[in-house]
């Protein structure tokens, strides 16, 4: 990917609005070139075979904002699971734990409350 190329501007858009995203996809084992073209085109099988369309920089961040949310809930389910299982569910317990989702909460337009 040439430093001038649309890939490269749009990468760019895409880390300023998530800091550590270099970090995280390292950590996760993402290949970068991949998730980049995931996230700029979009893909239509017809019988002829594949037909690759760019998306406009609009539909793009709507795309990462659909990647951002669901690895934050999936990260999130995650974890409350992780302290459920580790406190043992007792359903006579008298005692619990709470995990207030303050960020996300308060980034969503529409809260799913």
């Excluded at 302290?83 to 709470?98: A, C, K």
């Excluded at 308060?106 to 409350?113: A, G, I, P, S, V």
């Amino acid at each position: 990917m040439t430093r001038n190329s649309r890939g490269m501007q749009m990468w760019n858009l895409f880390s300023t609005a998530w800091p550590c995203s270099n970090t995280f996809f390292y950590a996760h084992r993402c290949d970068v070139n991949l998730l980049l073209a995931t996230l700029c085109t979009h893909t239509i099988q017809t019988r002829e075979g594949s037909i690759v369309k760019a998306l406009d920089c609009n539909a793009a961040v709507a795309s990462r904002d659909v990647l951002e949310k669901t690895v934050y809930a999936r990260f999130f389910d995650w974890l409350v699971d992780k302290i459920n299982i580790s406190v043992g569910q007792d359903p006579n317990s008298h005692v619990q734990i709470g995990v207030l989702d303050i960020y996300v909460f308060e980034c969503f337009k529409h809260n799913r409350l």
